[in-house]
T-cell receptor, first 111, second 112 residues
Framework: DGGITQSPKYLFRKEGQNVTLSCEQN?????MYWYRQDPGQGLRLIYY???????QKGDIAEGYSVSREKKESFPLTVTSAQKNPTAFYLC??????????FGSGTRLTVV | KQEVTQIPAALSVPEGENLVLNCSFT??????LQWFRQDPGKGLTSLLL?????REQTSGRLNASLDKSSGRSTLYIAASQPGDSATYLC???????????FGKGTTLSVSS
């Protein structure tokens, strides 16, 4: 079945560490997105990519980085510059003219 | 800047009741609007997608309407069940392929 796979489901980061969240899709969608979800804040856009080798910053890109080397993959790196990384991270994809499909999320906790 | 508001933030109803969740947006120039369901600790499940040229979409007990001119959408749930308990999110897309802009959601609790 086609879908979006996010891994790991749970991730723990020590202070000063960079960690990478994986997002893979087999839907053949051109566009991919990363959102952050905090309690009471709703979903906020971190980065998005509409085509391979191109991506744009969203509303809260500081402290994050992405790459889009393959159509299927859009990994998100949470760098040590992100001071409050504890949150639920959601990846999504879209074919451009229809709805969006979301992954099951990664919960990141700072320890 | 587009803003999406969902009212109420939380809603509790007894099983069997029909209910309406509201979503409003400030800029009527949208490409489409999508309703999602989110269970605690889980990802988002798409419920209904309404293109800007459409007025409503239906799926089973769910009906979503769109009034672009007034910047409003409603999600109607008929004969609610305890399994409907979840957070419902409304999101708009300004253009095809651009990122969704979300409301903060309505958390629904249906008691048996």
């Amino acid at each position: 079945d086609g879908g979006i796979t996010q891994s790991p489901k749970y991730l723990f980061r020590k202070e000063g560490q960079n960690v990478t969240l994986s997002c893979e899709q087999n839907l053949n969608h051109d566009a991919m997105y990363w959102y952050r979800q905090d309690p009471g804040q709703g979903l906020r856009l971190i980065y998005y990519s509409q085509i391979v080798n191109d991506f744009q910053k969203g509303d809260i890109a500081e402290g994050y980085s992405v790459s889009r080397e393959k159509k299927e993959s859009f990994p998100l790196t949470v760098t040590s510059a992100q001071k409050n990384p504890t949150a639920f991270y959601l990846c999504a994809s879209s074919p451009g003219q229809k709805g969006y499909t979301f992954g099951s999320g990664t919960r990141l906790t700072v320890v | 800047k587009q803003e999406v508001t969902q009212i109420p933030a939380a809603l509790s109803v007894p099983e069997g009741e029909n209910l309406v969740l509201n979503c409003s947006f400030t800029d009527s120039a949208i490409y489409n609007l999508q309703w999602f369901r989110q269970d605690p600790g889980k990802g988002l499940t798409s419920l209904l997608l309404i293109q800007s040229s459409q007025r409503e979409q239906t799926s089973g007990r769910l009906n979503a309407s769109l009034d672009k001119s007034s910047g409003r959408s409603t999600l109607y749930i008929a004969a609610s069940q305890p399994g409907d308990s979840a957070t419902y999110l409304c999101a708009v897309s300004p253009q095809a392929g651009t990122a969704l802009i979300f409301g903060k959601g309505t958390t629904l609790s249906v008691s048996s």
